[in-house]
């Protein structure tokens, strides 16, 4: 098992959500060095007064630009990837900017950490990668590809680069239920796509759970998933209506562009390579070299027998269950208080 204990350790987008709440994970160890990398100076200087801890160091850069991530890349043990564009309107919109965020930064990193001999590196995605069909989850998918093509062909060299893949985050920046409440306060109607729609509900301490996981875990390639509840968005509407006891109306929008009905976690082609590590999916590398009769004049027949998996046939919570699990979100608590 891998050691923190004096350790420098590198987590791209350190500011955003995720960022956070790893660095407070992290904290709670005998790390050396926690190193903050990311373009917004304003949000560093934010978290370096919120924080005031001599172990956290901020890096001006963007994954866009490989001299910015050797420079913060060098003496580094690990590496957790989160720098990303993560909005599906934004990235449909500039499409180009997901490109060169996601994959080619995805790149950069993983090249850095390569080069410089970093000794585990942990990418972050989403299910939206998986059978994407809007600009984040395309890039993020080829940054899946990416970091598997390093472990396929061997170039990691003594540097473990793996992957998670996860749903929405409940209350992280830009999700549903920090909208919900917020409409709530201001008495305005709830808005929601289609009733039936399911989402994947994962607090974000089970998304730092999942990277430490496979941090432990990973072997070159990997691509892990925590497996996770659901609920449709009518019963995730109600349950945010109970708690802050709101009688406000929920107006349905429709489908919008670049959403799913559903989200998928586990493809049933990954599924054939996949481990069942109880809390976890672990779907290994598809080690398959540039032999390509492995692609093309072969096949597996095990594939069609499985199903992928998704939101819909994942444990569904019921308003209830839902209202339980909102109440663990420090974020949710934090909002009835001031509610009250």
Known sequence: MKTIAGKTILVTGGTGSFGKAMVNRLLKTKVKQIRIFSRDELKQELMRIDYSEPRLSFYIGDVRDRDSVDNVMKGVDYVFHAAA??????????????????????????????????????CLSTDKAVYPINAMGMTKSLMEKVAQAAGRAGSAG????????????????????????????????????????????????????????????????????????????????????????????????GIRHGEKLYETLVTREEMVRADDMGDYYRISLDDRNLNYALYFTKGDKKEIQLEDYHSHNTEQLNVKQVEKLLLTLPEVVAELKNWK
């Open 158 to 253: 003594n540097t473990v680069v793996s992957c998670v893949r996860y749903g929405n985050v409940m209350c992280s920046r830009g999700s549903v239920i920090p909208l919900f409440i917020d409409q709530i306060k201001k008495g305005k109607p709830l808005t929601l796509t289609v009733p039936e729609m399911t989402r994947f509900l994962l607090p974000l301490y089970f998304s730092v759970d999942l990277v430490l996981f496979a941090f432990t875990h990973a072997r070159p390639g990997d691509i892990f998933v925590k497996k996770a509840p659901a609920c449709t968005v009518m019963d995730l509407a109600q349950a945010v209506k109970n708690l802050f006891k709101s009688d406000v109306p929920i107006n349905v929008i």
């Open 85 to 122: 564009l993560k909005q599906v309107p934004s990235c449909e919109f500039f499409p180009m900017q997901a490109v060169m965020t996601n994959i080619i930064g995805g790149h950069n990193v993983i090249e850095s950490a390569i080069a410089n001999k970093v000794k585990c590196l942990v």
